[in-house]
C-alpha cells in the first residue's frame, strides 16, 4: 500500500528564524544573497546573483508539471532596522532575537524583518522540498525594497521565462492584493549659515507619537514628528526670539517619523514664557489628534548656558517656510476606489548639518501624473529656497487588471479551503509587482501575505497561525497551475 508522504507546514519557520540569524537591513544585503547562492548550491539549484545583490534560483516542476506554465516566486530580503530606546543592538552585526508570545512572533527590542522575511521563507521551503508539487518555478530574491526598490529596479527582467508571479510581500491574510501606487524618493538640500550665538540653551523632543508605514498607515492621518517640528518653530517665532542649533527626526523615508529632536538658545528670562508656549502647543496637538494619537508629548530639557553655532535669522527663517510649506499626508483620494488614498506625501527624514538642511520624502501616487505633480510641487519649494531637489528609486504603478486568470483561481482555492471570499486590494503602499508588471509583458500577478502588525515599528509582530495557513494556500496554489 502506498503511503502518502505529508508535507511539512511548518518548515518555513526553521528559514524563518536562519534569515533572522543574518544582518540584513536595506543597503546591507550582501550577508543575506550569499546565504541564499549557499542554499542553492546545497539543493542543486541553477542560481545567479547580480552585482546589486539580488538572487534569482530556478527549479524544475515536479512529476506531471514539466509542461505546466512556470511561476515566479517573488520576495525582498531586506528589512527596516529599527529598536527602542536604550536597545543597544548592532544591526549590521547582530542577528534578530525572535521571541514568541501565544499566537505571536516578534524580535526582542527591535523590529522583526517579516516584512519580507516571512516571504523569503516560504520561497526557501518550497524550494527545499522534494514532496510539494509544483510547475517550473523561479525564485526571485530581490535586494533594497525599503529603500526605494533598488533592488527590483536594477534586475535582469529577461533572466525570467514565467508570465505568473505570486508576491510575497503582503500583510493581512484574505486580502488578494492586485495593484499598488507608484512612487519615488525625493531628497532635499537647503544651503543655510550658522553664526555664533550666546544664551541659555535647551533640548526639546517631540515624541510618544506612534509612526508606521508611509503607505499603509498614512490613510490613519498619524502625527508625523518633523511636519509638527516646522509648526513648534513657527509658534516660537512668532512669540520670541530664539536660535536654532540642532534638528533632527526619523530614520527612513518611507516610515512615519515618531520622534524629532531641536536644540536651541534662548534669552535667560524667556525661559517660563518658552515652557508656556510648548505646554499650551503640546495642548492643542493632543486636541486634534484625539483618537489618534493619544501619548504626543513636547519634552523639554535645559542643555546648559553659553555661546555656540546657531542658524543665521535668514537661514532660521528659511528652514521654517520650507517646513510649513511641505506638502505632509494624504493629498488626495481616489474618486473611483472607495477608501483608496491616490496621492501622498511622507517627510520621513529631517537632517541639520553645518551647511545644509537635508530632507528625504516619500512620494506616492496611483497616477504617473499626480505622483509627478507632487514631485513638482517639493522640488519648486526646494529650489525657489535656493535649494537643490533630486529624485532617486522612482517606480512605477501597479494598475488593477479586470480579468486575470490567476486571481479567479486563488479566489476559488480560498473559498474552498477556508469558506469565505478574499478580499480584492488596491492599495496606496508601493510593493515590487509594479516594476514587474511594467518589465514582463503579459505577467498575471496577486500579492499575498499573512497577518503581519505594526510593520517598520519596534511593535511588528506575525501571527503564527496566520502564517501557517497562507503558506498552506500557497502550497495548494502552486499544486492546481498544472495546465
Known amino acids: 500500500m502506498k503511503t502518502e508522504t505529508k508535507i511539512d507546514s511548518q518548515r518555513f519557520f526553521y528559514y524563518f528564524k536562519k534569515i533572522s540569524e543574518i544582518p540584513r537591513g536595506s543597503g546591507d544585503t550582501g550577508k543575506i544573497s550569499g546565504f541564499l547562492m549557499g542554499f542553492a548550491e546545497k539543493q542543486g539549484l541553477w542560481a545567479r546573483r547580480d552585482e546589486a545583490d539580488n538572487v534569482v534560483i530556478r527549479k524544475p516542476g515536479t512529476s506531471g508539471y514539466e509542461t505546466a506554465p512556470g511561476v515566479i516566486l517573488q520576495a525582498h530580503t531586506d528589512m527596516i532596522c529599527e529598536k527602542k530606546p536604550g536597545v ?43 514532496e510539494i508539487p509544483h510547475p517550473p518555478l523561479e525564485a526571485v530574491f530581490t535586494a533594497d525594497e525599503e529603500i526605494g526598490m533598488l533592488g ?13 508571479l505570486i508576491n510575497l510581500d503582503s500583510e493581512e491574510e484574505g486580502h488578494f ?116 494619537e ?59 548639518g553645518p551647511q545644509a538642511l537635508y530632507a528625504s520624502l516619500s512620494v506616492r501616487s496611483a497616477l504617473e501624473s499626480g505622483k ?24 512605477p504603478a501597479w494598475e488593477y487588471q479586470g480579468e486575470s486568470s490567476l486571481r479567479k483561481l486563488m479566489e476559488e482555492v480560498w473559498e474552498k479551503m477556508y469558506g469565505t471570499r478574499p478580499k480584492i486590494d488596491v492599495i496606496h503602499a508601493g510593493v515590487e509587482c509594479g516594476l514587474f508588471y511594467k518589465g514582463l509583458e503579459g505577467l498575471d500577478c496577486v500579492s499575498i501575505g499573512p497577518d503581519l502588525f505594526n510593520i517598520h515599528t519596534t511593535e511588528e509582530k506575525l501571527s503564527v497561525s496566520s502564517a501557517e495557513r497562507v503558506y498552506e494556500f500557497l502550497l495548494k496554489v502552486l499544486e492546481k497551475i498544472k495546465e
Not at 98 to 111: F, H, N, P, S, V
Not at 152 to 164: E, H, N, P, T, V
Not at 192 to 203: C, D, N, P
Not at 375 to 394: K, M, N, V
Open 88 to 130: 543597544s543592538h548592532d544591526f549590521h552585526n547582530q542577528g534578530l532575537q525572535l521571541k514568541r508570545e501565544g499566537d505571536y512572533l516578534y524580535a526582542e527590542g527591535t523590529t522583526l524583518g517579516g516584512d519580507d522575511g516571512i516571504g523569503v521563507a516560504y520561497i526557501l521551503a518550497v524550494l527545499e522540498s522534494s
Open 152 to 164: 527590483a529596479g536594477a534586475l535582469d527582467m529577461s533572466l525570467l521565462r514565467g508570465r505568473i
Open 177 to 292: 492584493l492586485c495593484g499598488c501606487a507608484g512612487g519615488l524618493t525625493a531628497s532635499c538640500t537647503l544651503p543655510v549659515r550658522f553664526a555664533e550665538v550666546s544664551g541659555k540653551w535647551f533640548q526639546v523632543k517631540i515624541t510618544g507619537l506612534k509612526g508606521g508605514h508611509s503607505g499603509n498607515d498614512i490613510d490613519k492621518y498619524r502625527a508625523n514628528s518633523d511636519m509638527l517640528a516646522g509648526r513648534l518653530l513657527y509658534a516660537l517665532g512668532r512669540e520670541m526670539d530664539f536660535a536654532l542649533s540642532e534638528l533632527t527626526g526619523g530614520t527612513k523615508d518611507n516610515a512615519i517619523p515618531r520622534e524629532t529632536r531641536l536644540l536651541f538658545a534662548i534669552d535667560g528670562g524667556e525661559e517660563a514664557h518658552l515652557k508656556e508656549i510648548l505646554g499650551k502647543l503640546q495642548e492643542e496637538l493632543r486636541t486634534e489628534y484625539r483618537g489618534i
Open 372 to 395: 509627478r505633480a507632487l514631485a513638482d510641487r517639493i522640488c519648486y519649494l526646494t529650489e525657489f529656497l535656493g535649494g537643490e531637489y533630486q529624485a532617486s528609486g522612482t517606480y
Open 294 to 352: 493619544e501619548e504626543i508629548r513636547i519634552e523639554i530639557s535645559e542643555a546648559g548656558a553659553g555661546t555656540g553655532p546657531a542658524l543665521h535669522s535668514s537661514s532660521l527663517q528659511k528652514v521654517i517656510f520650507f517646513l510649513m510649506q511641505m506638502p505632509g499626508g494624504v493629498e488626495k483620494m481616489s474618486g473611483e476606489l472607495e477608501g483608496l488614498v491616490e496621492t501622498s506625501c511622507n517627510l520621513g527624514i529631517l537632517e541639520l
